[in-house]
């Protein structure tokens, strides 16, 4: 896909990835639909300030989108939270408010923009999970727990959608420099604080999602190390566990 002139619709697009994607599509000549929790600002870009766990919001974001640009093309689910602590003391309540933006709004976005990608001939959904999909993190398996289910939702609906030109990419980045940790619930482990000297740029991520777009991948792993550690996770699980183990020493 040629992404110049198409209707790129972004949530959590305030920072981090969000705002990385942004740029990147925006130089390649895309027009922008981008939606934040607070506030924001970008020059030729519709700016929507909402809570994707509102309903109404998301009815109210995808309608102005439509009504401003005429269509959405491509929508790039990556609005989400942290949760950080032991499982056995994860309270109802993080867990809920995790999983309502982390998977429901996600899903419900797509359920949104769905109808008028398959009138239209044409879309792509992006899906921006986490390298934590396919490897649970211990302290961090409640978020692991929620990126998995919406990787599978990237899979099902791929599946779903096979013989339309309807695409689906599931988006699987590992640690990058942003303000996610700080602005997750809970206290980062120390393996992932240690992690920051080999984090990507949210500039690199984004790259690799518009390339991702670009060839029309069904699955991004950024950085590509990441791939190797997945395979480590699947064929050699005992392995993995070690030193996962001790992430929070």
């Not at 690199?204 to 590509?224: D, H, N, S």
């Amino acid at each position: 896909m040629t992404v110049g002139g198409k209707v790129v619709l972004i949530t959590g697009a305030s920072q981090g990835i969000g705002q990385a994607c942004a740029i990147s599509f925006g130089r390649r000549g895309a027009l922008l639909s981008l939606a934040a929790r607070t506030p924001l600002t970008l020059p030729d870009a519709l700016c929507t300030a909402c809570d994707l766990t509102s309903e109404a919001d998301r009815e109210t974001l995808v309608r102005q989108t439509i009504q401003h640009f005429g269509r959405i093309d491509i929508l790039v689910n990556n609005a989400g939270h942290g949760l950080y602590g032991p499982t056995a003391q994860a309270t109802a309540t993080d867990m809920r408010n995790l999983f309502e933006l982390n998977v429901f709004a996600a899903v419900s976005m797509i359920q949104l923009v769905l109808p008028g990608m398959l009138a239209q001939g044409s879309g792509h959904v992006v899906n921006v999970s986490s390298i934590a999909a396919e490897i649970a993190l211990p302290w961090m398996t409640m978020y692991s727990a929620s990126k998995a289910a919406l990787s599978a939702v990237s899979c099902g609906l791929r599946r779903e959608l096979l013989n339309t030109a309807v695409q689906v990419t599931d988006v699987l980045p590992g640690y990058v420099k942003t303000g996610f940790h700080a602005a997750a619930t809970g206290t980062p482990p120390s393996g992932v604080v240690k992690l920051r000297a080999r984090a990507i740029s949210p500039e690199q991520c984004a790259e690799a999602i518009v390339k991702g777009v670009e060839r029309g991948a069904r699955r991004v792993v950024t950085p590509a190390s990441g791939r190797l550690a997945i395979l480590a996770e699947h064929l050699l699980p005992r392995v993995v566990d070690s030193p996962l183990s001790k992430m929070n020493r």
